[in-house]
C-alpha cells in the first residue's frame, strides 16, 4: 500500500494507473499535475486524482511513488522539475517507449538518487487519448518491460515489480539497450513504414482510388499512421540509431525479394522466402498463446 501517489501527466496512460491503483487498493491519495489546467481539472472531476497540483514538484511533495506519464521528449526536464523533494525512498517510474535517452537523462538529472527510478514500458494503449479514456484495465494481461541499470536499488526493482504485477500486468525485465533495439524492430519500423507506405500512395495521382480499394489487411496494418505525429517524432528520434539499423535489415530483405520478382524463375525463391516469413510468424504467435 502506498501513502501517496505523484502523478505528472494525467492522460490515458496516467490516468488508468492511477484508477488502476484505487481499484486494487493500493493507494491512498493521488496528487495530479497536467501541463494543461483543464485536464488535471477533468482528472480531479473523473475521480482519477483526488488533489491538482499546481506543478510537477508539489504533486511529488509527499509522495512515496511517483509516475511520469509525459513524452519522452520531456522526460529530463520533467526530472529537472521535482528533482529537489525525490528521496531514496521515492519509487519513481515512467511509462516511456524508449528507454535509453529516459535512462540518460535519469543519470544526468537524478545523480545520487537515480537508484530510486526503475524505468518501465507497459506494452499498452488505445488509439485514442486523453483522460477522458482513462481505463482500469489498461494494464491488465499486458506486459509491462522494466529497464533496470547498474545503480537501480533492488528493493525499488522488487516494489516496481510487485506493483505491476498486482495490476494484473506480466512484468519482464531487460535492458534499456536490448528494449531498445527490440522496439525499433517491432514497434517503430512498422510505423515508420506505415507512414511512408500512405505518403507513397497519397503522392500517386490516383492515390485516393486506390485507398479506396484497400481491403481490411490494408487497414489493420495502416491504422497505426494515424498515431499523434508529435509523439511518433519524438520517439522515432530518440531511437533512432537502432531504428536505422533495423531499417536498414529490412531494406536488404526487402531487395532479396524485390531481385527474384525481377528475375526469370525466381517463384520459387519468392515462395521460400514468403513461407519462411509465415512459418516464423506462426511459431511466434504459438509462443505468445502459452
Same mark, same amino acid.
Given at each position: ?18 484508477l488502476a491503483l484505487k481499484r486494487a487498493g493500493l493507494v491512498k491519495r493521488v496528487v ?22 499546481p506543478s510537477a514538484l508539489l504533486a511529488v511533495s509527499g509522495a512515496d511513488i511517483v ?83 547498474? $545503480?537501480?536499488?533492488? !528493493?525499488?526493482? *522488487?516494489?516496481?515489480? =510487485?506493483?505491476?504485477? %498486482?495490476?494484473?500486468?506480466?512484468? /519482464? ?49 495502416? $491504422?497505426?499512421?494515424? !498515431?499523434?505525429? *508529435?509523439?511518433?517524432? =519524438?520517439?522515432?528520434? %530518440?531511437?533512432?540509431?537502432?531504428? /536505422? ?46
Amino acid at each position: 500500500m502506498f501513502e501517496q501517489l505523484g502523478l505528472i501527466g494525467c492522460g490515458l496512460m496516467g490516468g488508468s494507473f492511477a484508477l488502476a491503483l484505487k481499484r486494487a487498493g493500493l493507494v491512498k491519495r493521488v496528487v495530479g499535475y497536467s501541463k494543461s489546467p483543464s485536464t488535471t481539472e477533468r482528472a480531479r472531476q473523473m475521480g482519477v486524482i483526488d488533489v491538482e497540483a499546481p506543478s510537477a514538484l508539489l504533486a511529488v511533495s509527499g509522495a512515496d511513488i511517483v509516475l511520469l506519464a509525459v513524452p519522452v521528449a520531456a522526460t529530463e526536464a520533467t526530472l529537472k522539475a521535482i528533482r529537489h523533494l525525490v528521496t531514496g525512498n521515492m519509487l519513481i517510474m515512467d511509462v516511456g517507449s524508449t528507454k535509453r535517452d529516459v535512462v540518460d537523462a535519469a543519470r544526468r538529472v537524478l545523480r545520487d538518487h537515480v537508484g530510486s527510478f526503475v524505468p518501465c514500458h507497459p506494452i499498452t494503449g488505445k488509439e485514442v487519448s486523453g483522460v477522458e479514456h482513462a481505463d482500469p484495465d489498461l494494464y491488465a494481461g499486458r506486459q509491462v518491460i522494466l529497464t533496470p541499470i547498474e $545503480r537501480t536499488q533492488v !528493493a525499488q526493482l *522488487k516494489r516496481a515489480s =510487485d506493483l505491476w504485477e %498486482a495490476l494484473g500486468s506480466k512484468v /519482464v525485465q531487460m535492458s534499456p539497450e536490448s528494449h531498445d533495439a527490440a522496439f525499433a524492430a517491432v514497434s517503430h519500423l512498422p510505423h515508420l513504414i506505415a507512414f511512408a507506405l500512405v505518403n507513397s500512395i497519397a503522392t500517386q495521382p490516383a492515390g485516393e482510388d486506390f485507398l479506396s480499394l484497400a481491403g481490411p489487411g490494408f487497414r489493420d496494418f495502416t $491504422r497505426i499512421a494515424a !498515431a499523434d505525429p *508529435k509523439i511518433w517524432r =519524438d520517439i522515432l528520434l %530518440a531511437n533512432r540509431h537502432e531504428l /536505422v539499423e533495423q531499417a536498414n535489415l529490412f531494406q536488404r530483405s526487402l531487395i532479396d525479394m524485390l531481385k527474384q520478382l525481377e528475375q526469370e524463375g525466381g517463384g520459387e525463391a519468392l515462395e521460400q522466402m514468403i513461407d519462411h516469413a509465415s512459418q516464423t510468424r506462426a511459431h511466434w504467435r504459438m509462443g505468445q498463446k502459452k
